[in-house]
């Protein structure tokens, strides 16, 4: 046996082996030295022949799934090895073989995996630079490829899909991707695909068998020889692991990455689209405002959708034109989602009936499910055009298969498909025949059990059964001496005896033929009346995927209407106005009605660049994350939180926010800030969207500021970049380039002064501030007393010591001057010259707040240059 073993283990060595003995899953040597630890099971040894003997630990097969998710949420592979004949029949050791190899991409198990999200298994072939990407969720068949054409755009569908293995070539393994970070912080599961997948010929050979085409141009894939290669090493990897046919995946769509918004994996966490960036939860994040879908199918639909939004006008005006048909019936729709609340995920329950794992309780769950459809389509019907209507049509009642298993399955069958009750009367006369012959067995014996009680005396004489000796008669001891002799023996016990009669036996054996004929007709009844549906699979997953659609348009709309969202309008022209904005979630998390609106207002020309200072907590940040947002929110098709909007449809969004010290480890905060700003000037253009909050602020201050400065001169220059921009900062000398820069306009997220404190009014207005109120916030956050008196202190002796430096500096340059014009340098000698000095010298700062002083010495000092 442990020879066997060896064998096994030897074709699988990346795998924890699963070796069937009797009722449990034992693991060997290493494999169980791992598990014992992961798992926290018992390890104990096993001879094998050798003088050591074997670690071995084991798992019972009935509740082996349990250990098997450990397992792969740690990452492993499990390879499961079988017994594959009747050990009754076997000669010598039984045969055993693996006939599934669960990874982490490829787990089907609903005790781990989340319904509102796919679970991708994702392979990439890197060429040249270049890469070919395919992706498969196999609990619902979804199979899609792409080319991707840089390392950049590869790590941004990586964020966009998450998924939870991937198998590359030996070159992507080697790739410049920050592995740490796909491992360790979104626990993906990455390993390099056997050399042998990557053939052409077989990589075409499975795409072909897989959907069934004669060559690649009927897929569209003829021009795209790395996602050929990236799909056909995907499909050998799903039929090595898998060892079934896998008939739902019957569908491969070829997408291009440039037919959606760019987003960034840095903007997609900034933006906190579908988890928070603190503690990564959906409550705080804008899928959370956004999904109220009564479907697992539409909250997987919604969560891409939020993913990836759209581009293209036609596309994002048919959703929005959709939303819009919802809500000028709010009752109509209302009532589609109390009929789209009961629907189970058909997607999944589809791809269980294919699987053949399907049991009896799913069947009536989808029997379930199916019966609302008749009522969906029903109030479909008032759509006259547009995506509702392409609904309609789309979408199938099937009502056949609604019918077939309403005649058949029983309304609570048993989950066990071999132990019989699963069908309905009058389903097949066969069967019911059988069942009446088990029936009229049951009186049979209730009528011996009398006969022989009336006949011995035996007053509590009971027919009982058991799975070991059948049907017997017990006695207990008080009565023994009334057994009459016919009575034969089988058993004793304690307190009882069980006998058997020649009538029992032949009684018991005629009804126990007909139940096990009864078990066995019923269970190849439901396994071909399984198979007849899983031949329908095509009808089932169209109908699904417009079920899916329908529940995150009515989703879309309810949550236009309950939050008083409205449509925006969309141009190409690049003009975002936006009035009386609001943050989505943040007016959620308030939920008290006291979030203040803010107008947005950006174009292609002059207001291309808006430099927003404020003090700390002002509200900067929730301003230009609101305004991305809304942009977002109006690209997937979605209403959006304002007064009303129009927005010009951008390509790409980038942020830089905050310090994202959940990035690759090995960089500085610093660092990862100036990588994110140099990927931000690197691949933006005009038609995107940049949210830049306080560039700059993680080094000293001349520096940052510089930095800073040169940042919104690139933007602003259409020629290099020209895209919009919202820039939030505390360098106030920033705002001196509205006057300089023709793009740029300076705004203010305004508070009162009362005192020493500052009220927050949280609107922005036109103009710069002039402080950041730190120390004032310090204060609100309770920093004690002492600390910020001291602050105070220290913060007015610096502005002081940095007044007389510049006053220095501004004497220097005037001295200079003085002497340049007494040398008759005529170039120095102009009016306007004469006028800064003479102002210069008149200066009277005694009267100007430090902050005051300061920016009018600069400019100054500025004009002198
Ligand atoms: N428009 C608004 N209406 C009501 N509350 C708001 C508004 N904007 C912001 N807030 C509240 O103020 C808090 C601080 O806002 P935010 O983080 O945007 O400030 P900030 O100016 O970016 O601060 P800092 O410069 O310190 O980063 C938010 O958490 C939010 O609760």
Redesign the pocket.
């Given at each position: 046996m442990m020879q066997q073993y060896m064998e096994v283990k030897n074709q699988y060595k990346d795998c924890i082996l699963f070796y069937r003995l009797g009722d449990f899953y034992e693991m060997f040597f290493d494999d169980a030295l791992t598990a014992s630890k992961v798992l926290e099971i018992t390890l104990t040894g096993r001879d094998c022949g050798q003088p050591e003997r074997a670690p071995m630990c084991g798992v019972p097969y009935h509740a082996c799934d349990v250990y098997l998710n450990k397992l792969i949420e740690n990452g492993f592979k499990v390879a499961i090895c079988e017994q594959v004949e009747d050990p009754k029949l076997a000669k010598g050791i039984v045969k055993r073989e693996v006939i599934r190899v669960v990874t982490p991409g490829t787990n089907m198990s609903n005790a781990i995996l989340d319904e509102t999200r796919n679970n991708y298994l994702m392979s990439i072939v890197e060429n040249d630079g270049a890469f070919g990407i395919s992706l498969v969720d196999i609990t619902t068949g979804e199979f899609k490829t792409a080319r991707v054409p840089s390392l950049s755009k590869l790590t941004d569908e990586i964020n966009k899909y998450s998924p939870a293995e991937i198998i590359g070539n030996h070159s992507f393994m080697n790739c410049d991707l920050d592995f740490i970070y796909l491992r360790e912080k979104m626990k993906i599961s990455i390993s390099e695909a056997p050399e042998h997948y990557f053939n052409q010929m077989l990589c075409e050979d499975a795409i072909m068998r897989q959907f069934g085409v004669n060559n690649m141009d009927g897929l569209g894939l003829k021009d795209f020889p790395d996602c050929i290669l990236s799909s056909g090493v995907l499909l050998q990897y799903l039929h090595e692991t898998q060892k079934n046919s896998l008939a739902h995946i019957n569908h491969i769509v070829l997408y291009s990455i440039d037919d959606f918004m760019i987003l960034d994996s840095a903007t997609r966490r900034n933006l906190e689209l579908c988890e928070t960036l603190r503690d990564k939860q959906k409550r705080g994040s804008l899928l959370w405002v956004l999904d109220k879908t009564k479907t697992a199918m539409g909250a997987r639909m919604l969560r891409s959708m939020i993913e990836q939004p759209l581009i293209y006008k036609k596309d994002i005006e048919a959703r929005l034109d959709a939303v819009d048909q919802l809500n000028n019936d709010m009752i109509n729709r209302d009532e589609m989602r109390e009929y789209l609340n009961p629907i189970y995920d058909l997607e999944r329950l589809m791809t269980r009936i294919s699987l053949r794992s399907a049991n009896p309780r799913d069947m009536i769950a989808f029997k379930t499910s199916l019966s609302y459809l008749p009522y969906i389509r029903q109030l479909l019907q008032i759509y006259p055009d547009g995506l509702l209507a392409d609904i309609y049509e789309k979408m199938d009642e099937l009502q056949d298969i609604y019918d077939l298993l309403e005649r058949s399955i029983n309304d609570d069958p048993p989950i066990l498909i071999r132990e019989g009750g699963i069908f309905k009367d009058g389903y097949l006369e066969e069967i019911d025949t059988l069942k009446s012959a088990k029936t009229d067995g049951k009186t049979w014996l209730a009528e011996l059990e009398e006969r022989e009680k009336q006949k011995t005396g035996i007053k509590n004489l009971r027919i009982k059964f058991n799975k070991v000796f059948g049907y017997y008669f017990e006695v207990t001891n008080s009565y023994k001496d009334l057994v009459p002799e016919y009575f034969i023996r089988k058993q004793t016990l304690a307190n009882s005896e069980r006998y058997t009669t020649e009538e029992l036996d032949n009684l018991a054996s005629s009804i126990l033929g007909s139940e096990d004929k009864l078990y066995a007709l019923e269970y190849e009844t439901y396994v071909a009346l399984r198979d007849k549906i899983a031949g329908e699979i095509l009808r089932v997953q169209n109908t699904a995927r417009q079920i899916a659609l329908l529940d995150c348009l009515c989703s879309l709309s309810y949550v236009a209407s309950a939050n008083q969202f409205v449509r925006p309008e969309i141009n190409e022209d690049g003009v975002i106005d936006i009035k009386e904005g609001r943050h989505p979630v943040?007016e959620k998390m308030?939920n008290n009605g006291?979030?203040?609106s803010?107008d947005t207002y950006l174009n292609n020309f002059e207001s291309r660049i808006s430099i927003i200072t404020?003090p700390?907590?002002?509200?900067?940040?929730?301003?230009m994350r609101q305004t991305a947002l809304i942009v977002l929110m109006a690209q997937i098709g979605s209403f959006v939180p304002a007064a009303s909007a129009n927005i010009g449809i951008c390509d790409r969004i980038f942020t830089r926010v905050g310090a994202s010290d959940d990035l690759a480890s090995g960089q500085s905060t610093f660092m990862v800030e100036m990588s994110e700003v140099a990927n931000i000037l690197r691949n933006a253009t005009k038609n995107s969207l940049l949210i830049l909050d306080e560039i700059g602020r993680g080094t000293s201050t001349y520096d940052g500021l510089s930095i800073a400065w040169a940042v919104v001169e690139y933007i602003s220059n259409s020629e290099l970049l020209g895209a919009k921009t919202l820039f939030?900062t505390h360098y106030h000398e920033l705002t001196e380039l509205e006057g300089k820069l023709s793009s740029v306009n300076n705004y203010c997220?305004a508070v009162k002064e009362d005192g020493d404190d500052i009220v927050f009014l949280?609107k922005i207005v036109k103009g710069g501030a002039d402080r950041s109120y730190g120390i004032q916030v310090a204060k609100l956050a309770g920093v004690p007393d002492i600390v910020i008196n001291r602050a105070n202190e220290i913060c007015n002796q610096l502005i002081d010591t940095d007044i007389t430096t510049k006053l220095k500096d501004i004497k220097i340059t005037n001295d200079f001057h003085k002497s340049a014009s007494d040398t008759q340098m005529s170039f120095l000698a102009n009016p306007e010259e004469s006028a800064i000095l003479e102002e210069i010298k008149n200066a009277d700062l005694s009267n100007m707040t430090p902050m005051k002083a300061l920016l009018y010495l600069n400019e100054l000092q500025e004009r002198i240059r």
């Amino acid at each position: 046996m442990m020879q066997q073993y060896m064998e096994v283990k030897n074709q699988y060595k990346d795998c924890i082996l699963f070796y069937r003995l009797g009722d449990f899953y034992e693991m060997f040597f290493d494999d169980a030295l791992t598990a014992s630890k992961v798992l926290e099971i018992t390890l104990t040894g096993r001879d094998c022949g050798q003088p050591e003997r074997a670690p071995m630990c084991g798992v019972p097969y009935h509740a082996c799934d349990v250990y098997l998710n450990k397992l792969i949420e740690n990452g492993f592979k499990v390879a499961i090895c079988e017994q594959v004949e009747d050990p009754k029949l076997a000669k010598g050791i039984v045969k055993r073989e693996v006939i599934r190899v669960v990874t982490p991409g490829t787990n089907m198990s609903n005790a781990i995996l989340d319904e509102t999200r796919n679970n991708y298994l994702m392979s990439i072939v890197e060429n040249d630079g270049a890469f070919g990407i395919s992706l498969v969720d196999i609990t619902t068949g979804e199979f899609k490829t792409a080319r991707v054409p840089s390392l950049s755009k590869l790590t941004d569908e990586i964020n966009k899909y998450s998924p939870a293995e991937i198998i590359g070539n030996h070159s992507f393994m080697n790739c410049d991707l920050d592995f740490i970070y796909l491992r360790e912080k979104m626990k993906i599961s990455i390993s390099e695909a056997p050399e042998h997948y990557f053939n052409q010929m077989l990589c075409e050979d499975a795409i072909m068998r897989q959907f069934g085409v004669n060559n690649m141009d009927g897929l569209g894939l003829k021009d795209f020889p790395d996602c050929i290669l990236s799909s056909g090493v995907l499909l050998q990897y799903l039929h090595e692991t898998q060892k079934n046919s896998l008939a739902h995946i019957n569908h491969i769509v070829l997408y291009s990455i440039d037919d959606f918004m760019i987003l960034d994996s840095a903007t997609r966490r900034n933006l906190e689209l579908c988890e928070t960036l603190r503690d990564k939860q959906k409550r705080g994040s804008l899928l959370w405002v956004l999904d109220k879908t009564k479907t697992a199918m539409g909250a997987r639909m919604l969560r891409s959708m939020i993913e990836q939004p759209l581009i293209y006008k036609k596309d994002i005006e048919a959703r929005l034109d959709a939303v819009d048909q919802l809500n000028n019936d709010m009752i109509n729709r209302d009532e589609m989602r109390e009929y789209l609340n009961p629907i189970y995920d058909l997607e999944r329950l589809m791809t269980r009936i294919s699987l053949r794992s399907a049991n009896p309780r799913d069947m009536i769950a989808f029997k379930t499910s199916l019966s609302y459809l008749p009522y969906i389509r029903q109030l479909l019907q008032i759509y006259p055009d547009g995506l509702l209507a392409d609904i309609y049509e789309k979408m199938d009642e099937l009502q056949d298969i609604y019918d077939l298993l309403e005649r058949s399955i029983n309304d609570d069958p048993p989950i066990l498909i071999r132990e019989g009750g699963i069908f309905k009367d009058g389903y097949l006369e066969e069967i019911d025949t059988l069942k009446s012959a088990k029936t009229d067995g049951k009186t049979w014996l209730a009528e011996l059990e009398e006969r022989e009680k009336q006949k011995t005396g035996i007053k509590n004489l009971r027919i009982k059964f058991n799975k070991v000796f059948g049907y017997y008669f017990e006695v207990t001891n008080s009565y023994k001496d009334l057994v009459p002799e016919y009575f034969i023996r089988k058993q004793t016990l304690a307190n009882s005896e069980r006998y058997t009669t020649e009538e029992l036996d032949n009684l018991a054996s005629s009804i126990l033929g007909s139940e096990d004929k009864l078990y066995a007709l019923e269970y190849e009844t439901y396994v071909a009346l399984r198979d007849k549906i899983a031949g329908e699979i095509l009808r089932v997953q169209n109908t699904a995927r417009q079920i899916a659609l329908l529940d995150c348009l009515c989703s879309l709309s309810y949550v236009a209407s309950a939050n008083q969202f409205v449509r925006p309008e969309i141009n190409e022209d690049g003009v975002i106005d936006i009035k009386e904005g609001r943050h989505p979630v943040v007016e959620k998390m308030m939920n008290n009605g006291m979030f203040i609106s803010n107008d947005t207002y950006l174009n292609n020309f002059e207001s291309r660049i808006s430099i927003i200072t404020g003090p700390n907590m002002a509200g900067k940040s929730t301003y230009m994350r609101q305004t991305a947002l809304i942009v977002l929110m109006a690209q997937i098709g979605s209403f959006v939180p304002a007064a009303s909007a129009n927005i010009g449809i951008c390509d790409r969004i980038f942020t830089r926010v905050g310090a994202s010290d959940d990035l690759a480890s090995g960089q500085s905060t610093f660092m990862v800030e100036m990588s994110e700003v140099a990927n931000i000037l690197r691949n933006a253009t005009k038609n995107s969207l940049l949210i830049l909050d306080e560039i700059g602020r993680g080094t000293s201050t001349y520096d940052g500021l510089s930095i800073a400065w040169a940042v919104v001169e690139y933007i602003s220059n259409s020629e290099l970049l020209g895209a919009k921009t919202l820039f939030a900062t505390h360098y106030h000398e920033l705002t001196e380039l509205e006057g300089k820069l023709s793009s740029v306009n300076n705004y203010c997220i305004a508070v009162k002064e009362d005192g020493d404190d500052i009220v927050f009014l949280r609107k922005i207005v036109k103009g710069g501030a002039d402080r950041s109120y730190g120390i004032q916030v310090a204060k609100l956050a309770g920093v004690p007393d002492i600390v910020i008196n001291r602050a105070n202190e220290i913060c007015n002796q610096l502005i002081d010591t940095d007044i007389t430096t510049k006053l220095k500096d501004i004497k220097i340059t005037n001295d200079f001057h003085k002497s340049a014009s007494d040398t008759q340098m005529s170039f120095l000698a102009n009016p306007e010259e004469s006028a800064i000095l003479e102002e210069i010298k008149n200066a009277d700062l005694s009267n100007m707040t430090p902050m005051k002083a300061l920016l009018y010495l600069n400019e100054l000092q500025e004009r002198i240059r």
